[in-house]
């Protein structure tokens, strides 16, 4: 049961950290004291949702993705508008996966931007074209390698950081809000961390516990000692900055070719959960699947879009926090909680607080 914690653990904490934790120092920068408000905040309402969505999982004791979660508890005509959601949703992550690469890419490379990522997009494809995802793997690998990095860069930076740079913001209360709760979604992998558990009530418990707060203080180093070391000279992806003010080619190129395979790998994961998800959901053939997300993903590369925050920002308060609001819906929908109890009333307040961020979201762009 030790190792099958560890193992759920890592799995846990490797979904979460990615793409978002490259933009928080920057994010931190323009949020000020309510960036760390909203650090301490949303870990401990994401902890609360994991618990609230372990009991649907454990009582319904199979796997499902969104629309059908929602059309098995809630109602059956609910399943398309919400598929729809989520697809639009990865779409927005997939349109902000292309453009962090292109931005990494203009700082070490003299390519044609467009045509390297035609062949990124080719690539994915060739992969999705099989029936099971060879390189879930690699990811796991690269997970372990990010978490190495950002613990290795922070312990290098932090003796160098200048406190004044630390009082740089323009303290804007909701500007941190999508991004932090994107940076802390992870919710996918519970499915999968009930593979190894089952339903061992504390084991789950300590398994979101332990990782929430394991990843909300390499943030919070990370976000120190990188906005302490470059102040205002942060751009909104950071690693950008480091590689311009370390200007060190072994450390440029590294952490480039590492930052770009590890977004590829979980690139390459989503694109199949929308292949199953046209496959199961809708009983399209594979190959039509195939050619659907062919055509979106050409698509999307031509699209020429450069603001990386306001997409990540977007992605965070409106879809994926309608996606938390949904499964609050079903656990409020339940005819009896057995596991994980919690007030309706505190389950209603989440989904306030949510609908104000989707709100606020909407209203921002």
Not at 192 to 200: M, P, R, S
Request: charged share 10%; glycine share 6%.
């Amino acid at each position: 049961m030790k190792n099958n914690i560890f193992i759920s653990f890592f799995i846990l904490t490797s979904t979460i950290i990615g793409l978002g934790i490259f933009v928080l120092p920057y994010t931190a920068l323009k949020s000020g004291i309510y960036f760390y408000f909203w650090l301490i905040t949303i870990p401990i309402l994401i902890f609360i949702f994991h618990l609230i969505y372990g009991e649907i999982i454990f009582q319904l004791e199979e796997k499902h993705n969104l629309p059908s979660l929602v059309a098995k508890i809630i109602n059956q005509k609910f399943k398309l508008p919400v598929w729809l959601i989520d697809f639009i949703g990865l779409t927005m992550v997939f349109l902000a996966y292309l453009l962090a690469i292109e931005q990494v890419l203009k700082n070490i490379s003299p390519f044609d931007f467009l045509n390297f990522k035609l062949i990124i997009v080719s690539f994915i494809l060739f992969v999705i074209s099989f029936r099971n995802n060879f390189f879930g793997k690699i990811d796991s690998i690269l997970s372990i390698l990010l978490i190495i990095f950002f613990l290795g860069i922070s312990s290098y930076l932090l003796p160098n950081i200048k406190i004044d740079y630390l009082f740089f913001a323009e303290n804007d209360f909701w500007f941190s809000y999508g991004i932090i709760l994107f940076s802390f979604t992870g919710y996918h992998s519970l499915q999968i961390i009930y593979d190894f558990l089952g339903k061992n009530k504390k084991s789950f418990i300590q398994v979101n516990l332990f990782s929430l707060i394991f990843i909300f203080f390499i943030y919070l180093f990370y976000v120190l000692s990188t906005l302490g070391f470059l102040g205002n000279n942060l751009q909104p992806l950071s690693i950008i900055s480091l590689m311009s003010e370390l200007n060190n080619i072994y450390f440029s190129y590294g952490i480039a070719i590492l930052f770009l395979l590890s977004i590829i790998t979980t690139f390459i994961s989503l694109a199949f959960y929308l292949k199953r998800g046209l496959i199961v959901d809708f009983n399209i053939k594979e190959k039509l699947a195939w050619g659907l997300l062919a055509f979106l993903m050409i698509i999307l590369s031509f699209l020429n879009l450069d603001n990386l925050i306001k997409i990540l920002s977007f992605i965070g308060s409106l879809f994926i926090g309608i996606n938390l609001i949904l499964i609050l819906i079903c656990y409020l929908k339940l005819k009896n909680v057995y596991y994980f109890y919690f007030p309706k009333i505190l389950v209603y307040f989440l989904i306030l607080i949510l609908g104000l961020g989707w709100l606020v979201g909407l209203l921002a762009e």
